[in-house]
C-alpha cells in the first residue's frame, strides 16, 4: 500500500508540473505587439523584449512615423533638421539546425538614411510627405507658428499671440493639411488648409488627433459603382481622403465626452450606458479602412479612476480594469483586442495595457519614446 501510495503521488507531481510547464509555455508565447521608436539620438524596433536599433549613433535622429516598407524621420543638427526616409528590414525566418531547433535569423547591416536636400529650423512638431513638409513652432507657447513647404518653396504661414495651442497637424496624402487644438478661451480649436473651422458655441474642450481618413475600399462596390481598372502605363488614381479631427469637449461644465470633426461637420458619438459618471478624454488616433480609430482615458468624475478608452471608428469599447501614464501608441486591431503602450514617470518606464491585465514592456529605458505599434503604424507624425 505504501509503495502504491507513493507511486501516486508522484503520479499526481508529474501531472502537475506538466500542466505548469504547458501553462508557462502558453504565457512565454503570449505575443507581444512590435514596436518602434526613438531614443538617445537612435531609432529602433523593438520586438519581444530586444531592441534592435535601426540607426547608427551620432546622428541625433527623431522618428516621425512608419510605414510598411520605409519609416521617416528627421535629423536634428544644432538648430537645424533634415527630413529622411529609411528602408525597414526585410521579415527573415529563423532557419532549423541540425537539432530541428530554430536559429536566430542573421542580422541585417543597418540602411543608410536618404536625406532630403532642404533643411528648417527646428520644429516642436512635424509632418512629412513626399516633397512637403508642415512645421509648428511654439505649439505649446501660446504663440505658435506653422509653415507648409513643397519642394524647398514656402506655400503657407501663419502665426498667433491669442493663447491658442497645437495639439495636432497632418498633411494631407495629396494636398491640404490640418492644424488642431485648443483656443486661448479654451474652446476646440482647428483649421483645414488655412481656412479656420468654427467650433461649437459654449463649448470647452481641445482637439487631440489630426489625421487624413481613405474612403472605404468597398464603397465603390457597396454602391454598385465599377471601377474600370487602369490604362496600360496609366497610373492606378489615389483613393480619396478626407480631413479629421478628434479630441473631447462639452457645452459649459459638462464632462467631456468625444468629439469629432468630419465629412459630416462636427459630431459626438452616443455615450450609451455608464454606471458612473465620467469623462471621456482621446489622445491618441490612427486612420483605418474609411474610419478615425482612438485611443485614451475613460476617467471616473468623482475618483478619477482611469480606464483605457478606445474607439474602433463605430463604437467605444471600455475594459473593465484601470491604469494611468502617459499614452503613446494604440492599437486596435490585434487578436486579443485592442491595447495601449504607455509611458510611466518611474520605472517600469513602459506597461502594455488592455484593461484586463499590465504588462511591463522590458527593455525599454527613461530615454525611450514609443512612437507606433507595427499593425497601426502612422503614415503621418504623432
Same mark, same amino acid.
Given at each position: 500500500?505504501?509503495?502504491?501510495?507513493?507511486?501516486?503521488?508522484?503520479?499526481? $507531481?508529474g501531472a502537475?508540473?506538466?500542466?505548469?510547464?504547458?501553462?508557462?509555455?502558453?504565457?512565454?508565447?503570449?505575443k507581444?505587439?512590435?514596436?518602434?521608436?526613438?531614443g538617445?539620438?537612435?531609432?529602433?524596433?523593438?520586438?519581444?523584449?530586444?531592441?534592435?536599433?535601426?540607426?547608427s549613433? /551620432?546622428?541625433?535622429?527623431?522618428?516621425?512615423?512608419?510605414?510598411?516598407?520605409?519609416l521617416? /524621420?528627421? @535629423?536634428?543638427? %544644432?538648430?537645424?533638421?533634415?527630413?529622411?526616409?529609411?528602408?525597414?528590414?526585410?521579415?527573415?525566418?529563423s532557419?532549423?539546425?541540425?537539432?530541428?531547433?530554430?536559429?536566430? =535569423?542573421?542580422?541585417?547591416?543597418?540602411?543608410?538614411?536618404?536625406?532630403?536636400?532642404?533643411?528648417?529650423?527646428?520644429?516642436?512638431?512635424?509632418?512629412?510627405?513626399?516633397? %512637403?513638409?508642415?512645421?509648428?513652432?511654439?505649439?505649446?507657447s501660446?504663440?505658435?507658428?506653422?509653415?507648409?513647404?513643397?519642394?524647398?518653396?514656402?506655400?503657407?504661414?501663419?502665426?498667433?499671440?491669442? *493663447?491658442?495651442?497645437?495639439?495636432?497637424?497632418?498633411?494631407?496624402?495629396q494636398?491640404?493639411?490640418?492644424? =488642431?487644438? %485648443?483656443?486661448?478661451?479654451?474652446?476646440p480649436?482647428?483649421?483645414?488648409s488655412g481656412?479656420p473651422?468654427?467650433?461649437?458655441?459654449?463649448?470647452r474642450?481641445r482637439? &487631440?488627433v489630426?489625421?487624413?481618413?481613405?474612403?472605404?475600399?468597398?464603397?465603390?462596390?457597396?454602391?454598385? +459603382? @465599377? +471601377?474600370?481598372?487602369?490604362?496600360p502605363?496609366?497610373?492606378?488614381?489615389? +483613393?480619396? &481622403?478626407?480631413?479629421w479631427a478628434?479630441?473631447?469637449?462639452?457645452?459649459?461644465? @459638462?464632462s467631456?465626452?468625444?468629439?469629432?470633426?468630419?465629412?459630416? *461637420?462636427?459630431?459626438?458619438?452616443?455615450?450609451?450606458?455608464?454606471t458612473a459618471?465620467?469623462?471621456?478624454y482621446?489622445?491618441? /488616433? &490612427?486612420?483605418?479602412?474609411?474610419?478615425? $480609430?482612438?485611443?485614451?482615458?475613460?476617467s471616473?468624475?468623482?475618483?478619477?479612476?482611469? %480606464?483605457?478608452w478606445?474607439?474602433?471608428?463605430?463604437?467605444?469599447?471600455?475594459?473593465?480594469?484601470? =491604469?494611468? /501614464?502617459?499614452?503613446?501608441?494604440?492599437?486596435?486591431?490585434g487578436?486579443? *483586442?485592442?491595447?495601449?503602450?504607455?509611458?510611466?514617470?518611474?520605472?517600469p518606464?513602459?506597461?502594455?495595457?488592455?484593461?484586463?491585465?499590465?504588462?511591463?514592456?522590458?527593455?525599454?529605458?527613461?530615454?525611450d519614446?514609443?512612437?507606433?505599434?507595427?499593425?497601426?503604424?502612422?503614415? $503621418?507624425?504623432?
Amino acid at each position: 500500500m505504501v509503495k502504491a501510495a507513493w507511486l501516486l503521488a508522484l503520479a499526481l $507531481t508529474g501531472a502537475v508540473l506538466d500542466a505548469q510547464d504547458t501553462s508557462d509555455s502558453a504565457t512565454a508565447e503570449k505575443k507581444l505587439p512590435v514596436l518602434f521608436g526613438d531614443g538617445a539620438g537612435r531609432i529602433w524596433k523593438w520586438e519581444s523584449g530586444e531592441k534592435t536599433f535601426l540607426t547608427s549613433e /551620432g546622428h541625433n535622429f527623431v522618428l516621425g512615423g512608419v510605414g510598411e516598407k520605409t519609416l521617416w /524621420g528627421w @535629423s536634428v543638427d %544644432r538648430d537645424q533638421i533634415r527630413f529622411f526616409t529609411l528602408t525597414l528590414p526585410k521579415k527573415k525566418e529563423s532557419a532549423a539546425d541540425a537539432s530541428g531547433k530554430k536559429a536566430a =535569423a542573421p542580422k541585417e547591416p543597418l540602411s543608410a538614411p536618404v536625406f532630403d536636400r532642404d533643411k528648417y529650423p527646428v520644429p516642436d512638431r512635424a509632418d512629412r510627405v513626399g516633397d %512637403r513638409a508642415l512645421l509648428v513652432y511654439g505649439a505649446l507657447s501660446g504663440q505658435p507658428r506653422w509653415e507648409v513647404w513643397q519642394a524647398g518653396r514656402k506655400l503657407a504661414a501663419r502665426a498667433y499671440d491669442d *493663447g491658442r495651442l497645437v495639439y495636432a497637424l497632418a498633411l494631407g496624402p495629396q494636398a491640404g493639411w490640418i492644424i =488642431a487644438g %485648443r483656443s486661448g478661451d479654451g474652446s476646440p480649436w482647428l483649421e483645414v488648409s488655412g481656412d479656420p473651422v468654427e467650433a461649437p458655441e459654449g463649448w470647452r474642450g481641445r482637439l &487631440s488627433v489630426a489625421a487624413w481618413v481613405e474612403e472605404k475600399k468597398d464603397d465603390a462596390k457597396d454602391a454598385g +459603382v @465599377s +471601377v474600370p481598372a487602369p490604362a496600360p502605363g496609366q497610373k492606378k488614381k489615389p +483613393v480619396p &481622403s478626407h480631413p479629421w479631427a478628434a479630441g473631447w469637449g462639452a457645452p459649459g461644465t @459638462s464632462s467631456p465626452r468625444a468629439l469629432f470633426w468630419g465629412p459630416d *461637420g462636427w459630431t459626438q458619438p452616443d455615450p450609451g450606458e455608464q454606471t458612473a459618471p465620467s469623462g471621456v478624454y482621446p489622445l491618441l /488616433g &490612427s486612420p483605418g479602412d474609411g474610419v478615425l $480609430t482612438l485611443a485614451g482615458w475613460q476617467s471616473e468624475t468623482k475618483t478619477a479612476t482611469l %480606464r483605457p478608452w478606445f474607439w474602433d471608428g463605430a463604437a467605444a469599447i471600455v475594459p473593465a480594469g484601470t =491604469a494611468d /501614464g502617459s499614452p503613446q501608441a494604440f492599437s486596435t486591431k490585434g487578436k486579443g *483586442g485592442p491595447v495601449l503602450v504607455v509611458r510611466h514617470s518611474t520605472v517600469p518606464w513602459f506597461t502594455l495595457e488592455d484593461g484586463k491585465e499590465s504588462q511591463v514592456l522590458e527593455g525599454l529605458g527613461q530615454d525611450d519614446r514609443v512612437v507606433a505599434i507595427e499593425a497601426d503604424a502612422p503614415k $503621418t507624425s504623432p
